[in-house]
């Protein structure tokens, strides 16, 4: 990803991540960084917390909720969910060119 795409991400993203507490939020940047690491190099939620100096209950929360926003923001942007009709087409497929059920 390049900066120009992460500075992209932030800037959808952002508005929806900023937290109001007593205690000091992690930046939207950060939590940005840390979930696209942990996708995207598929190390354990230990190893990338430790990386962000995060703790791991926090960095379990902060994937949680960062992907949860990337689908929000993106969604109607790139993805198209498929209806039902679309998935058991995808799933006959899917036993068809593989043998497997899915």
């Known amino acids: 990803m390049t900066v120009q795409q992460?500075?992209?991400l932030h800037e959808l993203l952002a508005p929806l991540l900023i937290k109001k507490s007593i205690r000091k939020p992690l930046e939207p940047e950060l939590r940005i960084a840390a979930t696209l690491?942990?996708?995207a190099?598929?190390?354990s939620i230990r190893t990338t917390s430790w990386f962000f100096s995060i703790?791991?209950?926090t960095m379990y929360s902060i994937v949680q909720e960062v992907c949860k926003k990337i689908v929000q923001v993106l969604q109607s942007i790139y993805?198209?969910?498929p209806n039902r009709d679309k998935?058991?087409?995808i799933a006959n497929g899917f036993q068809t060119k593989w043998n497997y059920p899915n």
């Open 37 to 39: 690491s942990y996708i």
């Open 87 to 89: 998935w058991i087409e």
């Open 79 to 81: 993805l198209r969910m």
């Open 6 to 8: 992460f500075n992209i």
């Open 55 to 57: 703790g791991r209950s």
């Open 41 to 43: 190099r598929g190390d």
